[in-house]
């Protein structure tokens, strides 16, 4: 696969895993969506998963938070079994962004973010109701939290914009911004270049790298081969549901599976070769057509020329 990139940054991972996937298979019906996939993501590892157009990578992040159960298989997040439902996989410290966004259009950019707060706060409907000083301090924690984030993801000066009303890129930041808002160990992004510009999509890289930095591992899906092979520690890509082949950039690069996944199988010899032979022996046979006699009803033979009107069927130049 000839895609230029660069070396990505020395891993940070301590080689502890934070997610465990075991086996996991997701049918519907008779119908294979994902079958016996195993990966892993360690502490502060970015880990990229890729593949072509319904080789199942959305469904394999619908198992491992909570949205599906797997038919078969296990998830595990730091040693404790997922439960399968996403409030709960999100409490339990896993947290995803998806690939249509899914903002609160007409809330505030500071509303949106302490929505992914609720999961980090603990204030029942009688504190609510009473607006406690208990309440109120929470409240406030959770609105400093969510600013800090803003300023993180590069928001904080929109704070009370509507979402709906934020540029493209800036509403994909937002939803990471919101994901984040619940302190994940491991933050799952489902293409989040998606439909942005190449300033934009080395952005996002740097902002994945920068929440790498500061503890999160995360693990991602794109099409875009330069972002992943510049940003990942590990690729791992699925074809048809199965894991074809996980390693560094460059191994995976090189893996002439990979290349026919995408591209399909190469020619033997020059593309189009045969089909330009074909052509060719085409014109010769029409050409020789054209010099021949034709008889007329005497029985002397005349010469017909190209486009005369010796045949009514006879086409000109142009019309060939």
């Known amino acids: 696969m000839t895609t230029t990139a660069t070396t990505p940054a020395p891993a940070t991972a301590d080689g502890t895993p934070v997610l465990t996937a075991t086996g996991v298979t997701m049918r519907f019906g008779g119908l294979t969506a994902v079958r016996d996939v195993d990966l892993t993501v360690s502490a502060q590892e970015i880990v990229g998963l890729i593949g072509p157009n319904g080789a199942g990578k959305t469904t394999f992040f619908n198992c491992l938070t909570g949205l599906y159960i797997p038919t078969e298989g296990t998830v595990t997040y730091r040693d404790a079994v997922l439960p399968p439902k996403p409030h ?27 929505v992914g707060r609720h999961t980090r706060t603990h204030e029942g409907l009688f504190s609510a109701l009473l607006r406690t000083p208990r309440f109120h301090r929470a409240e406030a924690a959770s609105t400093r939290r969510a600013m800090e984030l803003l300023d993180f993801t590069g928001l904080a000066a929109k704070a009370d914009h509507l979402a709906r009303n934020l540029p493209y890129g800036e509403q994909r930041k937002l939803e990471i911004a919101r994901a984040l808002a619940s302190d994940p160990g491991l933050l799952l992004l489902d293409e989040p270049t ?48 199965e894991k074809l082949v996980e390693g ?67 086409r000109t130049e142009e019309d060939r």
């Open 194 to 241: 998606a439909g942005m510009n190449p300033q934009e999509t080395r952005a996002t890289e740097a902002l994945v790298r920068a929440i790498r930095a500061q503890g999160t591992a995360v693990l991602v899906i794109e099409h875009d081969m330069r972002f992943i092979f510049n940003l990942c520690d590990r690729v791992a890509v699925l074809v048809q549901g």
């Open 88 to 114: 709960l996989v999100t409490k339990a410290g896993v947290a995803r962004t998806f690939q249509n966004i899914r903002l609160f259009a007409n809330m505030t950019v500071l509303e949106n973010v302490l």
């Open 248 to 314: 560094t950039s460059d191994v995976v690069q090189a893996d002439e599976r990979v290349v026919a996944a995408y591209l399909g199988t190469p020619f033997e010899g020059a593309p189009g070769q045969e089909e330009l032979a074909e052509v060719e022996a085409a014109e010769a046979g029409a050409g020789t057509g054209a010099g021949t006699s034709t008889g007329t009803g005497t029985g002397t033979g005349t010469s017909a020329a190209p486009g005369t009107a010796t045949d009514p069927g006879a």
